[in-house]
Antibody, heavy 122, light 110 residues
Framework: EVQLVESGGGLVQPGGSLRLSCAASGFTLSNYWMTWVRQAPGKGLEWVAN????????YYVDSVKGRFTISRDNAKNSLYLQMNSLRAGDTAVYYC???????????????WGRGTLVTVSS | QSVLTQPPSVSAAPGQKVTFSCSGS????????VSWYQQLPGTAPKLLMYENNKRPSGIPDRFSGSKSGTSATLGITGLQTGDEADYYCETWDSSLSAYVFGTGTKVTVL
């Protein structure tokens, strides 16, 4: 079965760190750009970061630049998000998703994981 | 706050049709393709439409998408109770150098 499974979420104090993982099965992660999207409780979706197939390019939303680091291990078919200096505003369900390109080269998010909840609170 | 604006909610009776918009600007919708995602209660988002009006395999043709200028529209015909969900538009924003999602529209079947 083709799927993405996130893990690593939990309760962390403000200023703390957490590392999320996303394991792919049923397909080869190294063929795709990969993305993290988050959703605060009761709120909409927010794109967080993405990474090129070989890890050579990484992009972030302004609100996490300098605090979050996206990475991947293609040998392990896995994607990661290292989150440092966490704030209450980072509380959300974090989803990983693969990026597929359409006929004009624009990306869309084809396959999503079920998400992992990160709660930042004292 | 999102740069893509959607109506908070729409509703209709079973079997009826709903359409709702996603309004942006020249830095996003005006110059990039739009995708739509369906999020059923308590579940992860699911790709519903890509490249403005293309449906992934398994998505029924009751769902349709279009784009004109700086706005995109999603339509659902033959509304079913299983269509009750939140729907989000998404595209790339050249000014922000980031993917952006719409504010989301909750579809209710009366």
């Amino acid at each position: 079965e083709v799927q993405l499974v996130e893990s690593g979420g939990g309760l962390v104090q403000p200023g703390g760190s957490l590392r999320l993982s996303c394991a792919a099965s049923g397909f080869t992660l190294s063929n795709y750009w990969m993305t993290w999207v988050r959703q605060a409780p009761g709120k909409g979706l927010e794109w967080v970061a993405n990474i090129k197939q070989d890890g050579s390019e990484k992009y972030y939303v302004d609100s996490v630049k300098g605090r979050f680091t996206i990475s991947r291990d293609n040998a392990k078919n896995s994607l990661y998000l290292q989150m440092n200096s966490l704030r209450a505003g980072d509380t959300a369900v974090y989803y990983c998703a693969d990026e597929t390109q359409d006929s004009s080269g624009y990306s869309y998010f084809d396959l999503w994981g079920r998400g992992t909840l990160v709660t930042v609170s004292s | 706050q999102s740069v893509l604006t959607q109506p908070p909610s729409v509703s209709a009776a079973p079997g009826q049709k709903v359409t709702f918009s996603c309004s942006g600007s020249s830095s996003n919708i005006g110059n990039h393709h739009v995708s739509w995602y369906q999020q059923l209660p308590g579940t992860a988002p699911k790709l519903l439409m890509y490249e403005n009006n293309k449906r992934p395999s398994g998505i029924p043709d009751r769902f349709s998408g279009s784009k004109s200028g700086t706005s995109a529209t999603l339509g659902i015909t033959g509304l079913q109770t299983g269509d009750e969900a939140d729907y989000y538009c998404e595209t790339w924003d050249s000014s922000l150098s980031a993917y952006v999602f719409g504010t989301g529209t909750k579809v209710t079947v009366l």
